[in-house]
């Protein structure tokens, strides 16, 4: 259910409509939008009684929602979510779903300070905003290289202080996402989370933006489900992220399915970027991919770089070389004017103005 209210409510009469809500005993979720706020409504195991809503001050109307996702749906919310991530000065500050490409870049685990600080140098002066990195890696076997856990974290947040840009890591429980929680700028839930359901609950009640990786052989509907997880617990800063399912096909790791960015745009206004990186496992496929997942309207990139690949204690033969990676970022930004979209200029190298900042908390609108 669904409470639209009129275009000139007052915040007084959205309050209310709220407050009606908690008495019946359901959940609201008031979401404002550009022309009007809507008020969605959980808790609730059947239909909420329209009537007692339908007369109250500031209401035009309250409908059903058609899909089983409610918080994550077009429905609710007609314009993009935009996530904003405000920096120390004006030019490190970040969004994600707006005009500007997110693109998160970095090794696919922190493996020591020096490799770190040479694939944030790379990937900085090439104009990357988000820093990714893994610090809890889930790996398929138990005898490989797990990750440094929060030596690791703490590796990024030097990382964010000295060049600005916004931490992107993963949490694999509920211990490590508290971790997570507050060394980083943005919670990864990794594909094989997709459907842990009490870490997605966790993840909503965080305070950080959650960035949600499609699982491997998950729906579009189970993975618009896995949003409205964490959406319900109150967190709406939420960005889905592509990286590749499960088929016959044995020339890449995964598939990766570009086809899902306009199947979810026209579902959600939630924003969706694509990892070509585990969405194929191979180098040689990871710039084709990008750039055509700039074309097809992804908000933004999740690419694996390292100074070493060779060397890599994870996923070595999926990352980039730190020129290939250059090479990327130069392709895409003669692509991105053609979907109307922009690439941070490249830069050159540490921000001296990023230097004892911390990242100011982000917010969605
Ligand atoms: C990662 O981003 O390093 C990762 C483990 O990704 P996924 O969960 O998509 O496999
Ligand atoms: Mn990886």
């Not at 359901?26 to 609730?44: D, L, V």
């Not at 088929?247 to 598939?255: L, P, Q």
């Not at 097809?296 to 020129?323: C, F, K, T, W």
């Amino acid at each position: 259910m669904l409470v639209v209210m009129q275009a000139h409510a007052t915040e007084e009469q959205v309050r209310g409509v709220c407050a009606k809500i908690e008495s019946l005993g359901y959940r609201p979720h008031a979401m404002p939008g550009a022309q009007r706020t809507a008020i969605g409504i959980t808790g609730n195991r059947g239909e909420v009684e329209a009537a007692w809503l339908e007369d109250m001050p500031g209401v035009a109307e309250v409908i059903a929602v058609s899909k089983p996702y409610k918080l994550v749906s077009r429905e609710i919310k007609e314009e993009n979510t935009v996530i904003r991530f405000r920096g120390e000065t004006a030019d490190l500050a970040a969004s994600i779903g707006g005009r500007e490409l997110a693109i998160m870049a970095g090794p696919c685990a922190i493996e020591d300070p020096e490799q770190a600080f040479a694939v944030a140098e790379t990937v900085s002066r090439a104009g990357v905003r988000f820093f990714r990195g893994g610090a809890y890696k889930p790996r398929t076997s138990p005898y490989s290289f797990q990750g440094l856990g929060v030596e690791g974290l703490k590796i990024m947040a030097e990382v964010r202080r000295q060049f600005g840009m916004k931490i992107v890591t993963e949490a694999i429980d509920n211990e490590s996402l508290d971790l997570v929680e507050e060394y980083a700028d943005v919670i990864q839930i990794g594909a094989r989370n997709m459907q842990n359901f009490s870490l997605l609950k966790r993840a909503g009640r965080a305070s950080k933006p959650v960035l949600l990786k499609r699982g491997m052989s998950a729906t579009l509907e189970e993975f618009l489900m896995a949003a409205e997880y964490i959406m319900s617990e109150g967190n709406y800063q939420v960005i889905l992220c592509e990286r590749g399912v499960r088929t016959f096909a044995d020339h890449t790791r995964n598939t990766l399915d570009l086809s899902v960015v306009p199947a979810v745009q026209r579902l959600s206004h939630l924003p969706i970027v694509v990892d070509p990186s585990h969405g194929t496992g191979k180098r040689n496929k990871v710039t084709p991919l990008s750039r055509a997942a700039v074309a097809v309207g992804a908000d933004g990139l999740l690419i694996e770089v390292h100074n070493n690949p060779d060397r890599a204690l994870s996923d070595g033969m999926q990352s980039l070389y730190p020129e290939q990676f250059v090479s990327l970022m130069e392709a895409i930004r003669q692509i991105a004017p053609v979907v109307c979209r922009e690439v941070p200029p490249a830069h050159g190298g540490a921000h001296s103005a990023a230097a004892g900042a911390r990242s100011q908390p982000a917010h969605a609108d």
